[in-house]
């Protein structure tokens, strides 16, 4: 295939176009650049449709190896001008190497309790770096994925991909309508955990253990009530400064690490 020069080809006018969550959304692909991120893609066997490389820009050895191991899989490789390439990346000085790759969603009722530590649900979060932040904490952890709820931001974002640093291609991502999380959660065996700085119990307090479920409101609003009334752990995080809140990020991460740390001591005793 020849170098493309041109930001008028389709192929390029498609994949700019992903930065637009109707584009996202309507061709189930989305777009990545880095050589972490991609790497983590191939290596991790993502949906990969196609490599997007400036073969001028590809100076490390490791991102070479990630072509020929796509090009193995039976990925395309587009070859763009440096130019195009600055034009298609979100960053300054970019290292000449992205991915189309094709979304991958877990169906709400194929969730089965297993060994992970748990799965995280979001209540309407609306920022893609928190989002992202999560996925990377909930890697971290050792958590199973999350479970986005209601309206809430596209985990394909490229700040959320970015803020994720591959972990949205280690975790499972699934969407639902509260009422059918609540109806699922129900019949699925999983404790559900929700985080309010209304609940009454101090989140230390609680003996966490799998299988369970962490929910987290949205930056704005929190569980709203009826949510998390549906809870069988409520509890909340102390906070002595002025502020009033914590970040979505912060608060899901402290949360995280808790039931991570007990489970931990579990082990050890």
Same mark, same amino acid.
């Given at each position: 295939?020849?170098?493309?020069?041109?930001?008028?080809?389709?192929?390029?006018?498609?994949?700019?176009?992903?930065?637009?969550?109707?584009?996202?959304?309507?061709?189930?692909?989305?777009?990545?650049?880095?050589?972490?991120?991609?790497?983590?893609?191939?290596?991790?066997?993502?949906?990969?449709?196609?490599?997007?490389?400036?073969?001028?820009?590809?100076?490390?050895?490791?991102?070479?190896?990630?072509?020929?191991?796509?090009?193995?899989?039976?990925?395309?490789?587009?070859? *763009? !001008?440096? /130019?195009?390439?600055?034009? @298609?990346?979100?960053?300054?000085?970019?290292? %000449? =190497?992205?991915?189309? #790759?094709?979304?991958?969603?877990?169906?709400?009722?194929?969730?089965?309790?297993?060994?992970?530590?748990?799965?995280?649900?979001?209540?309407?979060?609306?920022?893609?770096?928190?989002?992202?932040?999560?996925?990377?904490?909930?890697?971290?952890?050792?958590?199973?994925?999350?479970?986005?709820?209601?309206?809430?931001?596209?985990?394909?974002?490229?700040?959320?991909?970015?803020?994720?640093?591959?972990?949205?291609?280690?975790?499972?991502?699934?969407?639902?309508?509260?009422?059918?999380?609540?109806?699922?959660?129900?019949?699925?065996?999983?404790?559900?955990?929700?985080?309010?700085?209304?609940?009454?119990?101090?989140?230390?307090? *609680? !003996?966490? /253990?799998?299988?369970?479920? @962490?929910?987290?409101?949205?930056?704005?609003? %929190? =569980?709203?009530?009826? #949510?998390?009334?549906?809870?069988?752990?409520?509890?909340?995080?102390?906070?002595?400064?002025?502020?009033?809140?914590?970040?979505?990020?912060?608060?899901?991460?402290?949360?995280?690490?808790?039931?991570?740390?007990?489970?931990?001591?579990?082990?050890?005793?």
């Amino acid at each position: 295939m020849p170098l493309i020069s041109s930001m008028s080809n389709p192929t390029i006018k498609h994949i700019r176009a992903l930065r637009q969550r109707k584009a996202r959304e309507e061709s189930g692909q989305f777009f990545i650049e880095g050589i972490r991120l991609v790497g983590e893609a191939v290596q991790l066997g993502a949906p990969v449709e196609a490599l997007v490389v400036a073969p001028d820009r590809l100076e490390s050895p490791f991102a070479r190896q990630i072509v020929d191991e796509a090009r193995g899989r039976g990925a395309r490789v587009i070859e *763009v !001008t440096n /130019a195009v390439f600055e034009q @298609l990346s979100g960053k300054d000085n970019p290292h %000449g =190497l992205g991915a189309l #790759v094709r979304q991958r969603w877990t169906p709400l009722e194929r969730i089965r309790p297993g060994g992970e530590l748990c799965w995280i649900a979001l209540h309407a979060p609306q920022d893609p770096g928190n989002l992202g932040t999560i996925l990377r904490t909930g890697d971290a952890v050792g958590a199973a994925g999350v479970i986005l709820l209601d309206e809430h931001v596209d985990p394909h974002d490229p700040g959320a991909t970015r803020a994720s640093m591959g972990a949205i291609f280690s975790l499972a991502v699934c969407r639902a309508r509260t009422p059918d999380f609540l109806r699922w959660k129900a019949a699925s065996g999983f404790a559900l955990v929700g985080a309010s700085d209304a609940a009454p119990l101090d989140y230390q307090a *609680v !003996t966490y /253990a799998p299988p369970q479920l @962490l929910l987290m409101g949205s930056e704005r609003q %929190g =569980l709203p009530g009826d #949510v998390l009334a549906a809870c069988d752990h409520r509890v909340s995080l102390p906070m002595v400064g002025r502020g009033d809140s914590l970040n979505l990020a912060v608060a899901t991460g402290v949360m995280l690490y808790e039931m991570f740390s007990q489970r931990r001591a579990a082990q050890k005793g």
